[in-house]
């Protein structure tokens, strides 16, 4: 009888050796497990970190050429003369100029604005109807020499809504010193080529979008916007 107790006890007490090896074995897996995933979230939060960085650089360089471009052709001379004599067929070829620089071909709205005539000159070329999204009466008001970001033209079914930024600059006379006219450039989102482009190169990613509230508003795949 002792020897049967004795056996039964030590399967008892190696049955709880091997139970609770097993609870440490699970223990230190679900440990193992947890850190792992741990160290995972933190190289993607480092990672999203990291993109979100490199994509905010890109946005800010290319506005800050855009903006640079567009200040240098508000202190244009002739241009400011131009639109001091009113003469609006040199207006035109100057803008038109300089909407054909790999910079100024950005803008595609890229228009002055008269004290008493707005709309006076366009050189803007864009396939989006942008004066629904940024009257005469919205530029009127616009602070000068701040960007600003409008929205419209949304419609029914598929239609993306258009995302403008836009600038707007005095001209002063050099004459007189007063305010001549207003420029104003507008950069669309939604045919952003070059943006999509330098966004690709600095992400290193073949394929890219834009969303404007869950909306995609432009694509790319391997350098090619939709």
Same mark, same amino acid.
């Given at each position: 009888m002792t020897r049967r107790a004795d056996f039964r006890f030590n399967r008892f007490v190696l049955g709880l050796f091997a139970v609770a090896l097993l609870t440490t074995s699970a223990v230190l897996f679900a440990i193992s497990y947890v850190g792992s995933l741990s160290i995972a979230d933190q190289e993607l939060k480092r990672f999203a970190r990291k993109e979100a960085t490199l994509a905010r650089l890109v946005f800010d360089q290319t506005f800050s050429r855009l903006d640079t471009y567009l200040r240098a052709l508000s202190e244009?001379?002739?241009?400011?003369r131009a639109v001091w004599s009113r003469d609006e067929r040199l207006v035109l070829q100057i803008l038109s100029d300089a909407a054909r620089q790999p910079i100024g071909a950005q803008f595609e709205l890229l228009r002055i604005d008269q004290p008493d005539e707005p709309d006076w000159v366009d050189a803007g070329a864009s396939l989006y109807d942008l004066d629904q999204i940024l009257t005469p009466a919205l530029r009127s008001r616009m602070p000068a020499g701040q960007w600003h970001m409008f929205?419209?033209?949304? =419609?029914?079914?598929?239609?993306?809504?258009?995302?403008?930024? =836009?600038?707007?600059?005095?001209?002063?006379?050099?004459?007189?010193?007063r305010v001549v006219g207003q420029l104003t450039g507008g950069y669309v989102f939604n045919d952003s080529k070059y943006l999509l482009d330098d966004l690709a190169k600095a992400l290193d990613t073949e394929s890219l979008a834009l969303f404007l509230d869950e909306r995609m508003i432009s694509a790319a795949a391997h350098g090619i916007p939709q």
């Open positions: 244009n001379s002739a241009l400011r929205t419209g033209g949304e =419609a029914s079914g598929n239609t993306a809504p258009v995302l403008l930024a =836009a600038l707007s600059i005095p001209l002063v006379g050099d004459i007189d010193g």
